[in-house]
């Protein structure tokens, strides 16, 4: 699902957004590749949106000082 985003934002679409909703925990792979797309997209000025993010998800992004580089939707 990430590395489908980090390709989008690569190609140079201007906002990628992502599902969320069946993701119950994040582990160390996929905040590396968060944080990879977070760069890419900041370097590039494209929009990433989370949608249906938990609140643990939520909580987790955010002590990783990671939420505020995202757009959350319900």
Request: proline share 0%; aromatic share 6%; glycine share 6%.
């Amino acid at each position: 699902m990430i590395q489908e985003a980090i390709e989008k934002v690569k190609s140079g679409e201007s906002e990628v957004i992502l599902d969320f909703s069946s993701v119950l925990r994040i582990d160390t792979n996929m905040v590396g590749a968060l944080e990879e797309l977070a760069g890419l997209a900041d370097g590039k000025s494209v929009k990433v949106v989370l949608r249906a993010v938990n609140t643990d998800v939520y909580r987790v992004l955010k002590q990783l000082k990671l939420a505020r580089q995202f757009t959350f939707v319900t």
